[in-house]
C-alpha cells in the first residue's frame, strides 16, 4: 500500500498528518473544509496493479490501507460491457457499461465502504455509523456484519422498503429520521462524535472517495487506456469525486496521459450540485449548497450535498460538465437500460444513460468520443421506481389452450 503523505483542506489547502484526523480541516469547518487524501505520486511503482488480487485490492499502491486489513467480503473488479446497438442509438463512436449494480450490496458504495471499513480495522474503531438515503447504509451494514463490527444506521424514514430489509437482515441498529437525508446526516455526524463511532457517510470521511476512485482504475485497466468522457449520476457528490480522482491519480503518477472529461447526472428536481458548478463556473462562491430535492430517485434525492466542493472543482479539473434530467426520462433510462443491455437499474442507477443522451444533443459529448457509462444501483433495490405505470403480467389458467387466446391478444 501507499501510506498517505498528507490530508489536504479542499478550501484553504491547508496540509495535515495523515489520520491526525477524521473527517474536516478544523478552520473551514464542514462541508467547506472536506480533506483530500494524497501520495507521493512520484513514486506509484509503474507495475501497480496486483493481477492476484480479484478485487479492489489490486490497487493498494494508491490505497491508503493495505489489503491486510480488507473485510471478508469482495468489492470491485465489476463487468464492463461493450454495447454497440446503443452507442448507435445515442449516436457516439464507442459505449461501455460500467455494471456496479454487481457489488456485494448491489451498489457502487461497496467500493468507499470496504476501504473505510478496513481503515477502521487499522485504526482500532471498535463500532462504524453512516447516514445515508439507503445504499451506503445497506452497504455499510453488510461489511460490518462480514467484519463483526456493530454499526449505526440513520436512514431518512422514506427510505424503500427493500433497502430497510437490507439493513435489518445485515443486522445493522437501524433509526429512520422522521426528516429528510439532510437531517439524518446532521444526527449521524452528532452522534458519532459523542459515542465515538467512525461516520461512513459520503461526503464526510475523505476514504470513501479513496475506495469509490478505484471504478476509475478498473475501467482504465480493462480498456488499456482512458475513454473521451465518462458519466456517472450525483447525489452527495462523493462518488463522482472518487471517478474523477481515479482518473486523475493516473495522470499524476504518470500511468494515463490523458484524462477522461467526467460528467455528473442530476435529477431536476434535485440539482443543487449542477447549480453551484454554474456559480463556479461564472466564478461565484460553490457554498451554500442547500436546495429543496424532489425525485423518484432516491439515491440522488439530496438538498444538501456533502462532498460538493469536491464534485465542482475535480469535475471542472477533467474539464467535464454537469446535467438534470426530468424523472420521466429516469425511468424511460431504466427501462431502456434493463431492455437493451439485460442490466436493472434503480432510475438513479440508469441516470447516467438519460444524462448521455441529453449530453450529446448538447453537444457536451461529441459523435467522436467513447464513452463509458456508470451504473451504480440495481434496480432490486427499488423495484416499484422503475415499474410504475407499466401494466401487470396477466394471470391465465394452466391451460395451454388459454394462453394461445391470451397470446392473440396481448403478444
Ligand atoms: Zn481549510
Known amino acids: 500500500m501507499a501510506e498517505p503523505v498528507s490530508f489536504r483542506c479542499i478550501s484553504c489547502g491547508q496540509e495535515f498528518s495523515p489520520w491526525s484526523m477524521d473527517y474536516f480541516c478544523p478552520k473551514c469547518g464542514f462541508p467547506a473544509g472536506n480533506l483530500e487524501v494524497l501520495y507521493d505520486y512520484a513514486h506509484v511503482p509503474k507495475a501497480f496493479v496486483k493481477p492476484e488480487k480479484f478485487s479492489l485490492w489490486r490497487y493498494e499502491a494508491l490505497l491508503p490501507v493495505g489489503a491486510e486489513y480488507a473485510p471478508p467480503l469482495r468489492a470491485g473488479l465489476t463487468p464492463l460491457y ?3 446497438r446503443l452507442a448507435k442509438a445515442l449516436g457516439v463512436r464507442a459505449l461501455w457499461i460500467k455494471d456496479d449494480t454487481l457489488q456485494p450490496t448491489a451498489s457502487c458504495k461497496d467500493r468507499g465502504t470496504a ?3 478496513a ?3 487499522k485504526l482500532g474503531r471498535t463500532a462504524l455509523s453512516c447516514a445515508s438515503t439507503g445504499n451506503a447504509a445497506a452497504s455499510l451494514a ?3 456484519a462480514a467484519s463483526q ?10 427510505a424503500p422498503a427493500p433497502k430497510i430489509s437490507q439493513l435489518v437482515a445485515f443486522g445493522a441498529r437501524v433509526f429512520r429520521v422522521d426528516g429528510p437525508y439532510d437531517q439524518a446526516f446532521s444526527l449521524a455526524l452528532a452522534a458519532s462524535q459523542k459515542f465515538g463511532w467512525y461516520n461512513r457517510s459520503d461526503g464526510l470521511n475523505p476514504i470513501v472517495v479513496e475506495g469509490n476512485k478505484t471504478v476509475a482504475f478498473e475501467i482504465w485497466e480493462e480498456l488499456g487506456e482512458v475513454p473521451e468522457a465518462v458519466v456517472v449520476a450525483v447525489g452527495d457528490g462523493a462518488v463522482i469525486a472518487g471517478v474523477c480522482k481515479g482518473f486523475l491519480e493516473l495522470a499524476w503518477a504518470g500511468l494515463s496521459e490523458r484524462v477522461p472529461k467526467v460528467f455528473g447526472v442530476q435529477a431536476s428536481g434535485a440539482a443543487p450540485v449542477v447549480h453551484a458548478f454554474r456559480r463556479f463556473q461564472r466564478g461565484e462562491p460553490i457554498l451554500p449548497a442547500e436546495e429543496p430535492a424532489e425525485t423518484i430517485a432516491d439515491s440522488i434525492r439530496v438538498g444538501k450535498p456533502a462532498d460538493v466542493v469536491k464534485a465542482v ?10 446535467v438534470a434530467v426530468s424523472d420521466a426520462d429516469l425511468v424511460a433510462a431504466s427501462l431502456e437500460l434493463a431492455r ?8 438513479s442507477g440508469a441516470a447516467s444513460l438519460a444524462g448521455l443522451r441529453k449530453l450529446v444533443k448538447e453537444g457536451l459529448v461529441e459523435r467522436s468520443y467513447r464513452v463509458v457509462l456508470i451504473v451504480t444501483g440495481s ?3 427499488d423495484p416499484q421506481g422503475v415499474l410504475r405505470g407499466l401494466p401487470e403480467p396477466p394471470i391465465i389458467p394452466p391451460d395451454v389452450k388459454a394462453l394461445s387466446e391470451v397470446m392473440t391478444r396481448c403478444c
Open 82 to 84: 461493450s454495447v454497440p
Open 115 to 117: 476501504v473505510t471499513v
Open 119 to 121: 481503515v477502521a480495522r
Open 142 to 144: 453488510g461489511f460490518c
Open 149 to 158: 463490527l456493530p454499526c449505526y444506521i440513520f436512514v431518512p424514514k422514506a
Open 313 to 322: 472543482k475535480y469535475v471542472a479539473e477533467t474539464e467535464g460538465d454537469y
Open 340 to 347: 437493451e443491455a439485460g442490466i436493472f437499474a434503480e432510475p
Open 379 to 381: 434496480g432490486l433495490k
